[in-house]
Each structure stands twice: as C-alpha cells, then as structure tokens.
C-alpha cells in the first residue's frame, strides 16, 4: 500500500483544528407564482440562514472521523469549512496549521476530497490521462506517481478501465477513479463526502477496504459522511452527529451504540396472534405481524418481559437485542441544539 | 497541531507555470479532439472581420476613408481576423462563469492550482485546432483583396509584443467579468457587455482611427486595442510603431493583475459553493 512514512508520524497529532466554526448565509426568499416572480425582480427579499454554529472538533492523523446528520444539517457545509472551499463566518478552521480559506498551495497539495456528486476527473479523456493531468498540476515526482498510481488502481482493480473517458463509466466506476484521483498526492488529509452515494455493495466494500487500508498506510486524518451506516460502522473510529448545524453527539461507535443502551428490543416468534392489550402491558409495540412482535421495553425490565412473553400461549421462541443503531441516530438527529 | 515544512511551500513559479500549461494544453487538446465536428466549426465560425473588410473596402473603393485607403482595410482586417481568432476572452469569461454557476468550481478549487488556469488551458488547446484553419485562409484573402503586410522588423516586434500583452489584460479582463458569477451566479449580461465592449474598443468593427473627436486617440490606450487592433494598425501602416504602446500594455497587465487578485480574494469570500 501507498509509502508514506512521513505521514505515519502523524498517527495521533491532530491534523484538522475546528474551533467554534459558524457559517451563514445569505438566501433570497420570494412569494411563489409569477406575481412573486416580477415582484422579487423589483425588490428581493433575502434573509440570514445559518449552516453550522459553533462547530468545534478536531481530528488526529491515523483516525476516521463519520459526519452523520440528516440532510441539510451542515455535514457538507462543515467539509467545505475544512476543504477552504467556504469561508467561516465565524470561528476558525485549522488544518496542518494552515488556514484552508487562504487556498495555501501547500495546504492544497496534502489535501485530497471526494466529492460524490462533484467530479475531478476530466469527462473526455481517459481516465490514465486524467492521472497524468492530476500529476502535473500537483507537481508530483513522475517515478512517485507512477508508483503511487499504479499501486491504487491495482487495490480498486482499475486496470480495465483507465482507457476509457470518465464520462462513459458507471457511477462505481468511475466513483472508483476518483478515490484514485484523490489519492494521487498521498494527501494527509482527506475529506469524503457520500463516497459510496449510488454504488452497489461490491464497490462499497472495496470502497471501505481501500479506505481502511489507506488511513493504515500513510496515518491520514480522514472525515467521512455518509448515509450508509455499514461505512461509518466499517471505518469510523469516532463519530460526530450534526443536527441543525450544531454537534449533537461526538464520540466513539460504541458510546453511540451505548446511548441506547438504556433500551432493549425483545423480539417473539408467534404461531397465533397475541392480544394487543396483553402486549401494551408489557411494553411498546414496535411491531406487531402475523408470526412476530416487537417490543421495546426499558433495560430493567427486559429480563422480566422475556419471561412474561415464554408464558405466553401462541409464542414460540423469544430474543433480546439493542435497538437498531438507526434509530438512535434519528433520535439524535431530532435533537434540538 | 502538525504543520506543513517550510519546504513544502516553497514555490518556482516560471517552471511550474510553464509545465502547468504544457499538461494541461495536451490534456485540453486531447478533450477538444473527442468533438471532431465541432473542431471544423471552430476553424470556420470566426470570419466576422471578413464580412467588415467587404463593408469598409466598399466605402474606400472611390478613395480613403478617415485616411485608410482600401489596400490597408484589406490588411488590416485579415490581420484582424488572427488577432481576434487568437483571443481568449470569450471561452475564459463563459467557462468561467459556467464552472461557478454549475457548482464544478468546487472541484478545482481544492486542487493546489488557480481555476483560471484551466479555462485559459482550454481557451488555448481550442486555439491550437483553428491555427492550420487561419494559415490557409488569411493569406488566401489577402491575395483575394488586394492587401499587403509589410513593416520593419521593429514594427513586428511592437505588434507581436502587443498583442501578446495586450491578450493576457484581455484575459485579466474577462475573468474578472467571470468572476461576477461568483455574486451573480447568472452573470452572461455582465459577460456579453465585455464581448459587445470588445467589437468597438477592439477595432472589430471598424479601425479605432474612424471614431470621431478624441475618442480614437483615448481608446488606443485601454487592453482591447492592444490584443486586437494593434498589430493590424501597425503593419497596415495605420498606426506607427513605438515602443510606448508596448510599455502601456505591461502596465495594464501589472493593474489587471493586482486588480484580479484583489477581486479573487473577496470573490472566495463570497462563494457559497453550490451547484445549479
């Protein structure tokens, strides 16, 4: 995998400083209809919004950080902050000591993002000149490209497609060249926005190992959003969730999954129905079909509520489980900062 | 908080500048060769100069106008046509706009490279295609209408040197008028009045020399006559040769620059990256 032996000295020395970040802005509002139309055309009506407020973290060399948050809660709008390509309203963003905002070259030059919607490889031309080209305007060693590039597209199983132009591969595909693309430099730090948005789960997988693999070799300091849970569960060694612009929750997976420790999922094959009534006594009925119910009841009682279930007539086997992390996420994401 | 090596930053502009635009010209020639159909477009579609030579050469056949006889409207139009083939300024200003207004702006700004360079890139890979288009045409009217290039290896000089200049303040020009994007998102308007500017303070339309009053001695001083008008005027005799018009194309390169640089910064300040 990929040399970079000055970056593995970086495992655990913060590369990414947010400090009390706050982005706003400026956004047009008008009546709808055409009337509202040629009003807005004399006199335009904008009002403040704000994305992110008073966003602070900061990310080592060596770690994955998961962004998580629904739309529209500031999970891009904190990537751009830290790539530069925004400029903080308020707050500062520090990465390798450098301010992205200012576009430092050098900063440039370690940074690599992937953009799920956004492409950097040039749409007609093959994709290898695609990475000659990235070569040239990040002024790299030819000797060290060709090795660097040679080796990632051996890792994304490449080699079948960099004869092609970009714009005639499938989302995976080409998804595939520009992680390949993004790497090229050996950045030090590296922002993934929905990387596996759209792609099948081959390419998922193969997406996450190069990931995985990548962080290992060169102690990268990488944030990641995603809808996916299965990448922030495969990578992530902390996770953020935003909601409505600010930090609702920062810490490792498992304090995540811990949050909802104080609740427990007791799941009952059936072979007849079982009375509504009985089961509301027993907890919330999370679901309730022909041949299965779902309680959720408070950890304390778990054990008692299994017990209660086995009496039961009409049930056949009774499990005990954590709700789905989903869910803990969607509880977390509908808090108010 | 790690830091980068002083020894990272370090920077070697005219080396990297010029291997910049080597890769990037081949890559962008590369992508213009894809759209074969529209190459041949390309080659043809700039002959306007061509439609005013017939216009003036007709108002000059029954002798000069404002002192230009019709052997220099000749000449100078043809000259005119490499000149304004030559320029940039219309695919630096659209592609510009375009890349803020579709959001592909995002991707080339976290690159360690100005975005300006790629459009210019493109600008000159599409320019490299109509260079065979103009020698065989150029020369072909200036037979067909009588003209003659002629002039002293200083008057060459002055010319080239112009126009060289004068397309980089062009260039400086029209992404700034790109740039409006950035706090227009839609801003062909503002790009169409420098493209319109252009066909008059360029000379396109007729030589600056026929403008009444002061006004032809004031617009042989700005970026447009340098990079359009110049040359022509000096080898057609028009105009003579000095090297004050080359020193006056340099400084408004210098004020461009500083001025774009300038506008670049709160223009970032300003970008909300989004798409469409």
Redesign the interface.
């Known amino acids: 995998m990929v040399d970079a032996p000055t970056d593995q000295g ?1 495992c655990g ?3 990414i ?1 947010v400090d009390a970040l706050t982005r706003e ?1 400026s956004i047009t509002e008008r009546d709808s209809g055409l009337g509202g139309a040629l009003r807005s055309v004399v006199r335009r009506h904008t009002k403040s919004v704000t994305a992110v407020r008073d966003v602070s973290f900061t990310v080592e ?1 060596g770690t994955v950080l998961g962004l998580l948050g629904p739309n529209g809660s500031g999970k891009t709008t904190t990537l ?1 902050c830290v ?5 903080p309203t308020r707050g500062s963003v ?1 990465v ?3 301010m992205p ?1 200012e ?9 690599g ?1 992937v ?1 799920g ?4 490889l ?1 749409p ?2 093959p994709v290898l ?2 990475f ?2 990235h ?5 790299l060693d030819r000797d060290e490209f060709l090795r660097t590039r040679d080796e990632l597209m051996t890792l994304l199983e490449l080699d079948d497609l960099v004869s092609q ?1 970009s714009r005639k591969l499938s989302l995976g595909q080409r998804m595939r060249c520009e992680f390949v693309a993004a790497l090229l430099h050996r950045p ?1 730090v590296v922002l993934l926005d929905e990387p596996t948005l759209g792609l099948d789960f081959d390419a998922q997988l193969l997406i996450r190992e190069f990931v995985r693999r990548y962080v290992e070799a060169t102690g990268a300091a990488v944030i990641l959003t995603s809808h996916y849970l299965a990448d922030i569960e495969a990578l992530c060694d902390q996770v953020m969730t935003i909601s409505h612009g600010s930090i609702t929750f920062r810490g490792s997976l498992t304090e995540l999954k811990d949050m909802a420790g104080d609740r427990k999922r007791v799941t009952a094959r059936t072979t007849e129905p079982l009375p509504r009534d009985a089961l509301e006594a027993l907890g919330h009925v999370v679901e309730q079909t022909p041949g299965t119910v779902v309680l959720e009841v408070p950890r304390s009682r778990a054990g008692a509520v299994v017990g209660s279930l086995e009496l039961l007539d009409g049930v056949s086997d009774v499990s005990l489980g954590d709700p789905p992390l989903e869910e803990t996420l969607r509880d977390l994401y509908r808090l108010s900062p | 908080m790690t830091t980068i090596a002083p020894e990272d930053a370090q920077v070697r502009p005219p080396v990297r500048i010029a291997s910049l635009y080597a890769g990037m010209v081949r890559a962008e020639m590369q992508a213009a060769s894809t759209y074969r159909a529209q190459l041949v477009l390309s080659v043809l579609a700039w002959v306007v100069p061509l439609a005013f030579l017939t216009l003036w050469r007709s108002a000059a056949a029954d002798g000069p106008v404002g002192g230009i006889t019709a052997t220099q409207f000749s000449t100078y139009f043809c000259l005119l046509l490499v000149t304004t083939n030559l320029q940039l300024s219309m695919p630096v200003i659209f592609d510009f706009g375009w890349l803020v207004y579709s959001g592909q702006m995002s991707a080339l700004l976290v690159r360690p490279c100005h975005p300006v360079h790629q459009v210019i890139a493109r600008a000159i890979a599409e320019k490299v295609y109509v260079l065979p288009g103009l020698a065989i045409i150029v020369p072909v009217a200036l037979v067909l209408t009588g003209g003659s290039v002629s002039g002293t290896p200083f008057a060459w000089l002055v010319a080239v040197l112009a126009t060289l200049l004068g397309t980089v303040a062009v260039v400086y020009l029209a992404a700034m008028a790109g740039a409006v994007a950035f706090w227009m998102t839609k801003a062909q308007g503002v790009q169409g009045l420098l493209v319109g500017a252009e066909w008059v303070l360029g000379g396109i339309v007729a030589p600056v020399a026929l403008l009444p009053g002061v006004w032809s001695d004031i617009v042989r001083h700005q970026p447009f006559w340098y990079a359009d008008a110049a040359a022509p005027e000096i080898l057609s005799g028009i105009s003579a040769p000095s090297l004050w018009i080359v020193a006056e194309a340099a400084v408004w390169v210098v004020a461009l620059h500083l001025l774009y640089r300038a506008l670049w910064r709160r223009a970032l300040r300003k970008y909300d990256a989004v798409g469409t």
Do not use: C, N
């Open positions: 970086r020395v913060p590369l400083d802005f060399g751009k790539a530069g390509l925004l400029t520090t390798l000591g450098l905002s576009r430092p070259a050098a900063l440039l030059r370690r940074l993002f953009m919607q956004r492409w950097q040039h007609d031309i000149e695609s000659e080209l070569r040239v305007v990040y002024d132009p030090s």
